[in-house]
C-alpha cells in the first residue's frame, strides 16, 4: 500500500502505545483480523494460523498436508521458489538444483508456460496436457510405493518468470491429486491481496469454481511488517490439533502485527487498489506491447493486473 503509509504507521504507533504481547494472551484484534480476512476468501477457508513470515506460512502448510493426508511426497512446480527454510529449500527447485539435489519425496512438474514451455498456445489443448504431467507424476509414484500429500504451488509462478497458467489447470491438476489423497497449496504470499487487479486473490482468476486446500500468505500482507497467515479448512485444521501437539507461535498474530494487518485491509479497500491495479496494469501492458510491435527482441508480454512478465528473445 506504499512506502510508510501513514494510516499503517499511525495503526502500529498507537497499538504498540497500548499493549503489544506474547500470543498465547487473548486479544480482540486477532479476531477481528481472522473475520476480515475470512470475508476476502471462500467459506470453506475459515481456519487461521498467524505467522511472522511467508516462510513460516509455507512450511506450516507443509505440516498441515503431512498431518492430514498421512503422506510426504511433494508436487511442485520447475524453477518453484518457496522460501528459506530448509524444509522449503526441499521443495524449490530453484534453490535445490544449486544445493543438494532433489529428494525423494520431491516431484517436479513442468510450469504451465503456454510461451516457452512444453505445451504452447498452437496446442489443442494445453490445460489437460499440463495437467497430465501432474498426473503422470502420481502414477509414477505410486508404482514406487510412495503417496502424494500435496501439490504445492504459488497461484501465478513469479520467480519461474511470471506465469499465467490458463485457466482449468489447477481444477484439473486438483482433481488427480485428490484423487491421489493428497490436497492442493496455493502459495499467494507474492501475488495475493489484489495485485492481479480483478480478484483479491490470484488463485480465483482460474475461476468460481476452484477452492485451494489451504492458502499461505506473506509480503504484502503487512506492508513491510513481519506478518503472514495460513488460511484452511476446518477438516485439515482438526487434523493436525488431533495429534494433541498445538501449533504455537510466540509472535505470529501479536496485538501490533493484526493492527498492521487490519488497516492494509483498510488502505486496500478505501484507496481502490485493487481497481488501481487494473488500470495501472492495463496501461502498462498497452505500452509494453506497443514496444513489442518495434522490438523483436520482446517476444511475450504477459500479466494481468501489476503482475506482468517481459519475455526478452535473441
Same mark, same amino acid.
Given at each position: 500500500v506504499g512506502h510508510c503509509h501513514p494510516d499503517i504507521v499511525k495503526a502500529a504507533h498507537e497499538q504498540n502505545q497500548l499493549l503489544n504481547t506474547n500470543s498465547r494472551y487473548l486479544? =480482540? &484484534?486477532? /479476531? =477481528?483480523y481472522a473475520e476480515r480476512l475470512s470475508k476476502?476468501?471462500? @467459506? %470453506?477457508?475459515?481456519? !487461521?494460523y498467524f505467522l511472522n513470515s511467508g516462510s513460516e506460512a509455507n512450511d506450516l502448510a507443509l505440516?498441515?498436508? $503431512?498431518? +492430514?493426508t498421512k503422506?510426504?511426497?511433494v508436487i511442485v512446480l520447475d524453477h518453484a521458489y518457496h522460501g528459506h527454510l530448509t524444509s522449503l529449500i526441499d521443495i524449490s527447485p530453484y534453490k535445490f538444483r544449486n544445493l543438494e539435489g532433489q529428494k525423494e519425496w520431491v516431484h517436479v512438474a513442468p510450469v504451465p508456460d503456454t510461451y516457452r514451455g512444453l505445451y504452447?498456445?498452437? *496446442?489443442? =489443448?494445453?490445460?489437460?496436457? +499440463?495437467?497430465?504431467?501432474? #498426473? &503422470?507424476?502420481? @502414477? *509414477?509414484a505410486h508404482k514406487r510405493g510412495r503417496k502424494i500429500a500435496a501439490f504445492f504451488v504459488e497461484s501465478l509462478p513469479s520467480v519461474g518468470g511470471q506465469i499465467i497458467p490458463p485457466a482449468? +489447470? !489447477?481444477q484439473k491438476v486438483a482433481k488427480h491429486v *485428490? %484423487?491421489?489423497?493428497?490436497? !492442493?497449496?496455493? =502459495?499467494?504470499?507474492?501475488?495475493?491481496?489484489? $495485485? /492481479?487487479? #480483478? *480478484?483479491f486473490w490470484a488463485f480465483q482468476l482460474q475461476g468460481e469454481d476452484f477452492i485451494p486446500d489451504i492458502v499461505t500468505m506473506g509480503k504484502p500482507i503487512g506492508n513491510g511488517h513481519p506478518l503472514a497467515c495460513v488460511a484452511t479448512t476446518k477438516e485439515i485444521a482438526e487434523a493436525f490439533a488431533a495429534t494433541g501437539v498445538e501449533y504455537f507461535n510466540t509472535f505470529g498474530g501479536n496485538p501490533v502485527s493484526c493492527a498492521i494487518g487490519l488497516a492494509v485491509l483498510d488502505v486496500i479497500e478505501k484507496e481502490h487498489l485493487q481497481a488501481h491495479a487494473t488500470e495501472v496494469g &492495463?496501461?502498462?501492458m498497452k505500452i509494453l506491447k506497443e514496444q513489442q510491435m518495434k522490438h523483436p527482441i520482446i517476444g511475450d508480454v504477459r500479466g494481468c493486473g501489476l503482475f506482468i512478465g517481459v519475455d526478452l528473445i535473441k
Open positions: 486479544h =480482540d &484484534n486477532l /479476531v =477481528d476476502t476468501l471462500p @467459506e %470453506k477457508l475459515c481456519i !487461521f505440516r498441515l498436508a $503431512r498431518q +492430514y503422506h510426504e511426497d504452447r498456445e498452437d *496446442h489443442e =489443448d494445453s490445460v489437460t496436457a +499440463y495437467a497430465d504431467e501432474v #498426473k &503422470n507424476i502420481i @502414477e *509414477h482449468g +489447470y !489447477f *485428490h %484423487k491421489a489423497g493428497g490436497i !492442493f497449496i496455493a =502459495d499467494e504470499i507474492q501475488v495475493g491481496f489484489g $495485485r /492481479v487487479g #480483478k *480478484h &492495463n496501461f502498462l
